[in-house]
């Protein structure tokens, strides 16, 4: 029962530390180990030439670059990106994801200087278990039933 019920408070514990770790602007994804995550980042016509980045945020103002649209090889083997220049969106792919995985993530477009502008901001959380339990799955219901004829 005490594990039930820490399982129920885990996602107002979620919503509690995204706001107190600055990323309230950022998009909320929860996923289970194994599976695959995938976002699609728009731009700006302007902006089609420009380099196209994933990162992931290492402390309160870096930001480790994990894939970019000039790096014709992957350093991570989970991580993609896929430009669509003609449709102005880049796609990011995360294979197999891991509770390691969990983290506040950017995806962005480095303008002259090597500044980034960021486009979208995600939070993932990646939890063990299963994908089809939900907290509502959780909680015992009961039903009335007719007592079958005699």
């Known amino acids: 029962m005490a594990w039930e019920a820490t399982y129920l408070l885990s996602p107002i514990l ?24 995938s976002v699609k980042c ?30 014709t090889e992957a350093q991570w083997p989970n991580f993609s990106i896929r430009d669509y220049p003609g449709s102005h ?10 509770v ?6 950017f995806c962005g477009i480095f303008e002259n200087h090597r500044r980034m ?14 994908s089809n339990t939900t907290a509502s799955a959780m909680i015992p219901t ?3 039933t007719k007592a079958p004829p005699i």
């Open 14 to 37: 979620l919503v509690l530390l995204v706001s107190v770790f600055g990323a309230e602007d950022a998009e909320l994804y929860q996923k289970v180990e194994g599976q695959t995550f």
């Open 142 to 144: 009961w039903t009335r």
């Open 89 to 98: 969106f880049f796609t990011v792919n995360i294979i197999a994801l891991t």
């Open 117 to 130: 502008a960021i486009i979208r901001r995600f939070r993932l959380v990646v939890s063990r278990g299963h």
């Open 100 to 105: 390691r995985d969990s983290g506040l993530y």
């Open 42 to 71: 728009r731009y700006d016509h302007s902006q089609q030439v420009n380099e196209k980045v994933w990162c992931q945020q290492t402390s309160t103002e870096d930001c480790k670059v994990l894939e970019s649209s000039l790096i």
